[in-house]
């Protein structure tokens, strides 16, 4: 998260990849993967790859939406892309 921070974006996306990469294999390890994919998901956005910045926010679990950074980060690819009815589906329930 730090590299994003700084905007070494290339740092974000690889540390992001190696932490998604080191818990795929454990089913167990699906909660560990949402940070990742956030972060990623913020550096592509940040440098401009929308499609894959979407590609990223999409694969964290359904009860990850409460974090409301990764709901808002996908609010706005979105918004990027015009669509303005998908940011609802990613809403908290109240």
């Not at 699906?30 to 401009?48: I, N």
């Not at 939406?65 to 709901?71: H, K, R």
């Amino acid at each position: 998260m730090s590299a994003v921070r700084l905007r070494r974006l290339d740092l974000a996306i690889e540390l992001s990849t190696f932490s998604i990469e080191c818990t795929k294999e454990n089913r167990n390890d699906e909660d560990k993967r949402s940070l990742p994919y956030r972060v990623r998901g913020e550096a592509h956005m940040l440098g401009g790859d929308w499609d894959k910045a979407q590609a990223d926010l999409t694969q964290a679990p359904p009860w990850a939406w409460a974090n409301g950074v990764a709901n808002w980060l996908l609010g706005r690819v979105h918004h990027h892309f015009g669509d303005g009815k998908q940011p609802k589906r990613h809403q908290h329930p109240r």
